[in-house]
């Protein structure tokens, strides 16, 4: 959005001292981001002027003198123009001011010193083909103003132009009133927040929700109501055309709150208005015809399609000279039927380029208010509600933790609460309070960017991580593994239907559905692998493929890794002992009593006592593949090992011999289990040497360890 610097250096209520450099470098801090800024014009020196009186000089038709009063003194100008006359007030290139390179002086025009230029619209800096029409080629005229006064400043041209890129989620930006402060937040000005006035028109007509929300206002048309000067050089800054004082009045109030809005002829359209989708040839503003098919319009109580919403108005329902009272229409609509309906139309209006994002409610509220302070004559808002605040835990553990130092209890904190506070976030013990135009702050991270806007990025120290030993997992071979057992490894949708995923083996307490969704074939995550795995298997059985073993790890639920094996041509105990293979871990198998299993061949597997698993067939009433399933959750299933670093000891190992006697049927397995137990850093044992004699068995073992455990061997057992 391009914003004019003097406008957010008064709305946000800037000290004189801040230069342009630094609203831009504000700007660019608070995380929005500059992408360019420029001189609205090269004029120095101009002059208020009041034409006392005008008469044609007698060597040239076409020249018009002006006896023009200055404040310094009376000047004669010539002029081609043909709108000027007596009593208009105006601006003046006098001698020495300037135009870019430009210096005017007096100069001679067929026998008359013509002492400079008067000034158009267009030579002040303005698009000539945006200017009210009776200025489009003519001297730029106006009501009496104070000839002392400077008219660079006193229009608002000595100014700059900016040209910001707003984030996506921060609609709400794209506008004066926000930007503004944003601004007033970073500088710590006092910003001065809109209020409704009082409505004095009672109104009947109504507004319906239906597609979206739609609201509005009814006002009775002033025949002497204009925007100033200044208001309407604003929208010529933002390359808007000036068309008639309530059109502009609608396009300024889009300008100063972000929200897009309509005005319609009262006696042109019947209430109540509401959004709806419509399918018809439609001849929009300017005259274009539109085939439109399934878009989104604004359709009054005898059903006509009265404006496109959000995007633009309707030809023959646009405001005339004959209006005597408005309704002006702000509403909020669906994002996709807006997107869907501007392909169709192929024009690319501002309104569109905020409609199509999130607006708030706040911004809607801000609209009307914007409303009522320019209108005279209009009626309270029709179908708004008062949007709601959105309160949030002002978690100051987590902000620190995040923040990666004690940001909270900072010196510069009570700052950037301030800060926030200019934003209209309230602090109330434990809690903030989201401003209403804040949509996209949802959750505390939200909160957190907010506080670093404003307490500044590059204040933030750099801190080299630490070097830390990380903790040495054995490598992952579970695929790998699971292939070997002829399996083939498999990958399917994570997410299902609501039917299908009545299979819960894991007895999950509750479905995790999507907000949004593709279709109703995908609107959960699933409880389980094998409900994928056996449509798979249905899939190829259906082509004739009948001997299927395959495989997949992946999301069930709120678990984030789970195996599921699945196989047409092995059984019950051939995936148990798959099972048992794979995790060499203590299971026990439970049969199962639930009527989504077959329950004749069906068990879960349990670990301490804490259901892991199950092995068997789906229920027939749910699969008929036929096939046998292991499922397993990896991460309660497997043994993890702690892993331990010791200093490498490069001393040569110890051998030692140790003879063990033993009854006829005592095993040599008892006296190594007491051994390994006992002693740590045995590397090897290994029988040497069996003498039996007269019943007695003599069993020699040899054992490799370190020179601290032979030690302990010598000392109990060879002393």
């Given at each position: 959005m391009i914003f004019s610097f003097k406008k957010l250096k008064q709305m946000a209520n800037l000290e004189s001292q801040i230069q342009i450099k630094n609203v831009v470098d504000a700007i660019n801090s608070i995380g929005f981001e500059v992408e360019e800024y420029w001189k609205f014009n090269e004029i120095e020196g101009i002059k208020f002027g009041h034409i006392i009186k005008t008469y044609k000089n007698p060597n040239a038709d076409k020249l018009t003198v002006c006896e023009i009063e200055f404040n310094d003194k009376t000047r004669i100008i010539q002029t081609n123009a043909t709108n000027v006359k007596a009593n208009d007030y105006i601006m003046a290139f006098v001698p020495g001011s300037k135009s870019k390179n430009i210096i005017f002086t007096e100069k001679e025009l067929k026998g008359i010193i013509s002492e400079g230029m008067l000034v158009s619209l267009d030579e002040l800096g303005f698009d000539k083909n945006l200017v009210w029409k009776k200025f489009e080629n003519g001297i730029f005229t106006f009501d009496k103003v104070d000839l002392n006064l400077d008219p660079l400043d006193y229009f608002d041209l000595d100014d700059y132009l900016i040209n910001v890129t707003i984030l996506?989620?921060?609609?709400?930006?794209?506008?004066y009133y926000i930007m503004a402060r944003e601004l007033a937040a970073f500088f710590h000005?006092?910003?001065?927040?809109?209020?409704f006035q009082n409505p004095n028109l009672k109104t009947t007509f109504e507004f319906q929700n239906n597609l979206g929300v739609l609201t509005g206002i009814?006002?009775?048309?002033?025949?002497?109501?204009?925007?100033?000067?200044?208001?309407?050089?604003?929208i010529l800054k933002s390359n808007i055309k000036l068309i008639s004082p309530y059109i502009d009045l609608s396009n300024l109030i889009f300008l100063l709150s972000g929200m897009p809005n309509h005005a319609y002829n009262k006696k042109m359209i019947n209430s109540p208005l509401k959004a709806k989708l419509f399918s018809q040839t439609t001849?929009?503003?300017?005259?274009?015809?539109?085939?439109?098919?399934?878009?989104?319009?604004?359709?009054?109580?005898?059903?006509?399609?009265?404006?496109?919403?959000?995007?633009?108005?309707?030809?023959?329902?646009s405001l005339n000279d004959d209006s005597e009272n408005l309704i002006f229409e702000i509403g909020k609509f669906p994002i996709k039927n807006i997107r869907d309906t501007q392909k169709q139309l192929k024009l690319e209006t501002n309104s569109f380029k905020q409609s199509s994002k999130n607006i708030s409610f706040g911004t809607m509220e801000l609209g009307h208010k914007y409303l009522s302070n320019y209108l005279s004559i209009f009626s309270e808002p029709?179908?708004?509600?008062?949007?709601?605040?959105?309160?949030?835990?002002?978690?100051?553990?987590?902000?620190?933790?995040?923040?990666?130092?004690?940001?909270?209890?900072?010196?510069?904190?009570?700052?950037?609460?301030?800060?926030?506070?200019?934003l209209g976030f309230i602090f109330k013990n434990d809690k903030i309070i989201i401003p209403n135009y804040r949509n996209d702050v949802?959750?505390?991270?939200?909160?957190?960017?907010?506080?670093?806007?404003f307490y500044g990025y590059s204040k933030i120290k750099e801190l080299q991580p630490k070097n830390q030993t990380f903790s040495i997992q054995s490598l992952d071979t579970l695929k790998e593994e699971v292939a070997a057992n002829g399996f083939h490894e498999v990958r399917s949708y994570t997410l299902t239907s609501f039917e299908k995923n009545i299979f819960n083996p894991f007895d999950f307490k509750d479905n995790l559905t999507l907000k949004t969704f593709v279709s109703k074939e995908r609107e959960q995550i699933r409880n389980s692998l094998s409900i994928s795995l056996e449509e798979i298997i249905e899939y190829n059985q259906k082509r004739k493929i009948n001997d299927i073993s395959i495989f997949e790890i992946g999301m069930v639920n709120s678990w984030n890794k789970v195996l599921c094996l699945a196989s047409t041509t092995?059984?019950?105990?051939?995936?148990k002992q798959i099972i048992l293979n794979l995790f060499n871990s203590d299971f026990t198998f439970e049969r199962t009593n639930n009527e989504i299993f077959h329950n004749n061949v069906s068990a879960f597997i349990l670990k301490d006592n804490v259901k892991i698993g199950w092995?068997?067939?789906?229920?027939?009433?749910?699969?008929?593949?036929?096939?046998f399933y292991a499922e397993i959750n990896i991460e309660k299933a497997k043994n993890y090992i702690v892993n331990e670093f010791q200093n490498y000891d490069n001393l040569p190992l110890k051998i030692r011999d140790l003879t063990f006697e033993l009854q006829e049927k005592e095993s040599i397995s008892s006296k190594i289990k007491t051994l390994n137990n006992e002693l740590d850093n045995i590397y090897n044992i290994k029988i040497k040497d069996i003498f039996i004699q007269d019943n007695i068995k003599k069993v020699t073992i040899q054992i490799v360890c370190d020179e601290k455990t032979s030690k302990k061997i010598d000392l109990k057992y060879n002393s």
């Amino acid at each position: 959005m391009i914003f004019s610097f003097k406008k957010l250096k008064q709305m946000a209520n800037l000290e004189s001292q801040i230069q342009i450099k630094n609203v831009v470098d504000a700007i660019n801090s608070i995380g929005f981001e500059v992408e360019e800024y420029w001189k609205f014009n090269e004029i120095e020196g101009i002059k208020f002027g009041h034409i006392i009186k005008t008469y044609k000089n007698p060597n040239a038709d076409k020249l018009t003198v002006c006896e023009i009063e200055f404040n310094d003194k009376t000047r004669i100008i010539q002029t081609n123009a043909t709108n000027v006359k007596a009593n208009d007030y105006i601006m003046a290139f006098v001698p020495g001011s300037k135009s870019k390179n430009i210096i005017f002086t007096e100069k001679e025009l067929k026998g008359i010193i013509s002492e400079g230029m008067l000034v158009s619209l267009d030579e002040l800096g303005f698009d000539k083909n945006l200017v009210w029409k009776k200025f489009e080629n003519g001297i730029f005229t106006f009501d009496k103003v104070d000839l002392n006064l400077d008219p660079l400043d006193y229009f608002d041209l000595d100014d700059y132009l900016i040209n910001v890129t707003i984030l996506s989620n921060r609609p709400d930006a794209n506008s004066y009133y926000i930007m503004a402060r944003e601004l007033a937040a970073f500088f710590h000005s006092t910003f001065k927040e809109i209020e409704f006035q009082n409505p004095n028109l009672k109104t009947t007509f109504e507004f319906q929700n239906n597609l979206g929300v739609l609201t509005g206002i009814e006002a009775k048309v002033d025949k002497k109501f204009k925007l100033t000067i200044n208001d309407s050089f604003l929208i010529l800054k933002s390359n808007i055309k000036l068309i008639s004082p309530y059109i502009d009045l609608s396009n300024l109030i889009f300008l100063l709150s972000g929200m897009p809005n309509h005005a319609y002829n009262k006696k042109m359209i019947n209430s109540p208005l509401k959004a709806k989708l419509f399918s018809q040839t439609t001849k929009v503003l300017g005259g274009k015809e539109i085939n439109f098919d399934n878009s989104l319009g604004i359709v009054d109580g005898n059903k006509n399609i009265v404006s496109i919403a959000g995007i633009i108005g309707i030809e023959k329902y646009s405001l005339n000279d004959d209006s005597e009272n408005l309704i002006f229409e702000i509403g909020k609509f669906p994002i996709k039927n807006i997107r869907d309906t501007q392909k169709q139309l192929k024009l690319e209006t501002n309104s569109f380029k905020q409609s199509s994002k999130n607006i708030s409610f706040g911004t809607m509220e801000l609209g009307h208010k914007y409303l009522s302070n320019y209108l005279s004559i209009f009626s309270e808002p029709i179908n708004l509600k008062k949007p709601e605040n959105k309160t949030l835990f002002f978690d100051k553990d987590k902000i620190n933790k995040i923040a990666g130092f004690n940001i909270t209890n900072s010196l510069d904190f009570t700052k950037v609460k301030k800060s926030l506070e200019i934003l209209g976030f309230i602090f109330k013990n434990d809690k903030i309070i989201i401003p209403n135009y804040r949509n996209d702050v949802e959750n505390i991270n939200d909160i957190i960017e907010e506080i670093l806007r404003f307490y500044g990025y590059s204040k933030i120290k750099e801190l080299q991580p630490k070097n830390q030993t990380f903790s040495i997992q054995s490598l992952d071979t579970l695929k790998e593994e699971v292939a070997a057992n002829g399996f083939h490894e498999v990958r399917s949708y994570t997410l299902t239907s609501f039917e299908k995923n009545i299979f819960n083996p894991f007895d999950f307490k509750d479905n995790l559905t999507l907000k949004t969704f593709v279709s109703k074939e995908r609107e959960q995550i699933r409880n389980s692998l094998s409900i994928s795995l056996e449509e798979i298997i249905e899939y190829n059985q259906k082509r004739k493929i009948n001997d299927i073993s395959i495989f997949e790890i992946g999301m069930v639920n709120s678990w984030n890794k789970v195996l599921c094996l699945a196989s047409t041509t092995k059984n019950f105990n051939d995936l148990k002992q798959i099972i048992l293979n794979l995790f060499n871990s203590d299971f026990t198998f439970e049969r199962t009593n639930n009527e989504i299993f077959h329950n004749n061949v069906s068990a879960f597997i349990l670990k301490d006592n804490v259901k892991i698993g199950w092995i068997g067939k789906i229920s027939p009433f749910i699969s008929k593949t036929n096939a046998f399933y292991a499922e397993i959750n990896i991460e309660k299933a497997k043994n993890y090992i702690v892993n331990e670093f010791q200093n490498y000891d490069n001393l040569p190992l110890k051998i030692r011999d140790l003879t063990f006697e033993l009854q006829e049927k005592e095993s040599i397995s008892s006296k190594i289990k007491t051994l390994n137990n006992e002693l740590d850093n045995i590397y090897n044992i290994k029988i040497k040497d069996i003498f039996i004699q007269d019943n007695i068995k003599k069993v020699t073992i040899q054992i490799v360890c370190d020179e601290k455990t032979s030690k302990k061997i010598d000392l109990k057992y060879n002393s």
